[in-house]
């Protein structure tokens, strides 16, 4: 016999009930969190209240079409029961994601019930929430089909699909994209420190270790570029940007959602956080104290300073070396070898490092830095004049060489500025200590 619009529509408020509703207090009714989607649904399955709450679901929640926001709740709720989207791509469903696609099934076809019911009350309905709600198809065919047709739409809610970089802000995600991430090999010099990028993040995507990183250098030195162009080379691997706040608190709320998700590797990139005012005692208590990280979960850590000895022990530290002429040269070196030059290397490799000293000289950039060199460098890629006048330089009888001097200065001035008198006095007994030593 076939089954009555009645009892279809008090299987899908069930069903509703069932996959968002919590258990009244005191014994109560279901309660839905408010001003939630299931809560104004709930409503529709109400004759007496179902035009107005059309309308109403329609202004709160119409800028998305119904069926979408019905797979993303459906979507959570299934991760939550531990039905990960492996499972729903089989087609070889357990009992328990049977059940739930079943749910899932009754709840579609109320919602496409009422939906027709709206259509007979044109003059009490707006025009565009009859639309809204007449566009989520009910599954058709058998029962398998209508389950296979459910699990497609709720594995399309899958946010860690769509997108490989999020912002993570007050407990939720959002889908980001970033002008900074550049091919592998538009990076240049610092052969050592990419090196390593590549070893961690490739050892991480194949799943045999999550050690935190922990980066450090002086500004410029393109240490978010970089992070961000390794991690994102490795396809298995899904990048979040939480605000710095969240090393202080909410960690859990932070990492709970990411652990349920097994089938995704997330690097948690927290940039520019400054450790010497950082509360790390939540990270020190996830991150090798009392608790463990969860295996698909990375965290990087990016800063302008040190890190405490306590923080550095629970991961692996990557520290940029001094931008100097020695380094300088090595990028540009690397730089032209994008454009295949052999004839004058060396000399050609001087000459080019000297003219962007003199450029700093003249202030045409405010820093010594790879991330100014890199801005300078950009200028042979489109000015042909300029490639023209450097080989012509570089192959007379006086080759210029870059100003060591002159970057030993800035640095020693830029880490005065950042890190205090006292750290440059010590550097300096340092250096002493080496040169009595050798």
């Known amino acids: 016999m076939a089954e009555t619009v009645q009892n279809r529509l008090l ?29 104004f649904l709930h409503a529709l399955f109400s004759p007496g209240q179902r035009v107005a709450y059309a309308n109403l679901i329609y ?5 998305f079409p119904l069926e979408s926001r019905l797979a993303s709740l459906l979507f959570d709720f299934f991760i939550e029961n531990r039905i990960l989207p492996k499972e729903l791509e089989a087609g070889s469903w357990s009992d328990g994601c049977r059940f739930l696609l079943d749910a899932a099934r009754d709840l579609w076809r109320g919602i496409a ?31 398998d089909s209508q389950r296979a047709a459910l699990a497609k739409a709720i594995l399309a809610a899958d946010r860690f699909r769509q997108s490989r970089m999020f912002r993570y802000w ?8 970033f002008d900074s991430i550049k091919p592998l090999d538009r ?17 991480f995507a194949e799943g045999k270790s999550n050690l935190p990183l922990l980066v450090n250098s002086l500004p410029g030195h393109g240490k978010t570029s970089m992070i961000l162009s390794y991690a994102y080379a490795e396809p298995e691997l899904v990048i979040i940007l939480p605000d710095p706040v969240t090393l202080e608190c909410g960690w859990n709320e932070l990492v709970a959602p990411l652990a349920a998700r097994p089938d995704h590797r997330f690097v948690l990139f927290f940039d520019d956080i400054d450790p010497r005012e950082t509360n790390w005692f939540h990270f020190r208590t996830n991150v090798g104290g009392a608790f463990s990280l969860p295996e698909n979960v990375m965290p990087v850590l990016s800063a302008n300073y040190e890190f ?10 990557i520290s940029f070396p001094l931008f100097d002429e020695l380094r300088c040269c090595e990028m540009v070196e690397d730089f032209l070898a994008t454009f295949g030059v052999k004839h004058y290397h060396r000399n050609l490799i001087s000459q ?28 042979y890629e489109h000015d ?12 007379g009888p006086m080759v210029t060489r870059p100003d060591a001097q002159l970057f030993y200065e800035f640095n020693i001035e830029l880490m005065r500025s950042l890190y205090g008198e006292e750290h440059i006095k010590r550097l300096l007994k340092e250096r002493l200590d080496d040169l009595g030593r050798g």
């Open 170 to 177: 007050n407990g939720n995600f959002y889908e980001t994209k």
């Open 384 to 395: 042909r004049n300029k490639r023209r006048t450097i080989v012509e330089l570089a192959s």
């Open 113 to 143: 019930i009422v939906a027709r019911e709206l259509a007979k009350q044109p003059g009490k309905v707006f025009p565009n929430a009859r639309d809204y709600f007449a566009a989520l198809r009910a599954p058709e065919g058998e029962a």
């Open 11 to 39: 299987r899908a408020r069930w069903a509703l009930e069932f996959l968002f509703a919590e258990p009244g207090r005191d014994g109560g009714g279901p309660e839905f969190a408010a001003d939630s989607l299931p809560g």
């Open 352 to 379: 080019i490092a000297a003219d962007y000293t003199e450029e700093f000289g003249q202030k045409k950039f405010t820093e010594l830095s790879p991330r100014s060199l890199v801005r300078y460098l950009s200028i």
């Open 59 to 63: 202004r709160k929640f119409g800028d």
């Open 187 to 203: 990076f240049f010099g610092f052969p050592s420190v990419r090196s390593q990028f590549l070893d961690h993040f490739h050892k």
């Open 308 to 317: 405490p000895a306590n923080i550095l022990s629970r991961g692996r530290r």
